[in-house]
């Protein structure tokens, strides 16, 4: 199961009572079976190798590659706050290399942007 998270915020101007239901929040997400930062960024990074590796295969034409993980992070997202998650994937595959960005949203959808390679 996944929740919706969203950015933290400055609960300072609000009733006391509102900041203290608001910093309670997390423990309450966790305690009805939420994914953690780092859970996320595991479950999703899965789904962000295959979708990787798929549109690698057709781009370089080449039935077997392999992607690895270069970098990965949760960003708060616009305009809502909430969270999702973003690698930096390497696929090597027929003596060729291809580099992408790949977001992932939830633990299906994920949306690949082909980069440069790395000088």
């Known amino acids: ?16 009572e509102r900041g203290a239901v608001i910093r309670l929040l997390p423990l309450l997400a966790m ?13 999703n990074s899965r789904i962000a190798l295959r979708t990787a590796e798929a549109r690698a295969a057709g781009k370089l034409n080449c039935p077997r590659v392999k992607a ?8 708060p997202g ?12 390497r696929v090597d595959g027929c003596g060729r290399t291809v580099f992408y960005d790949v977001e992932c949203r ?10 440069p ?3």
Do not use: F
Not at 106 to 115: F, L, N, P, T, Y
């Open 78 to 89: 616009q305009p809502l706050g909430e969270l999702y998650s973003e690698y930096g994937i």
């Open 117 to 119: 390679m790395p000088e």
């Open 106 to 115: 939830d633990g299906k959808i994920c949306a690949v942007r082909e980069k």
């Open 1 to 16: 199961m996944q929740c919706v998270r969203q950015q933290p915020s400055d609960s300072s101007s609000r009733a006391p």
């Open 68 to 75: 690895g993980i270069l970098t990965k992070e949760e960003v």
């Open 31 to 43: 305690l009805a079976g939420c994914l953690s930062d780092a859970e996320l960024l595991a479950e």
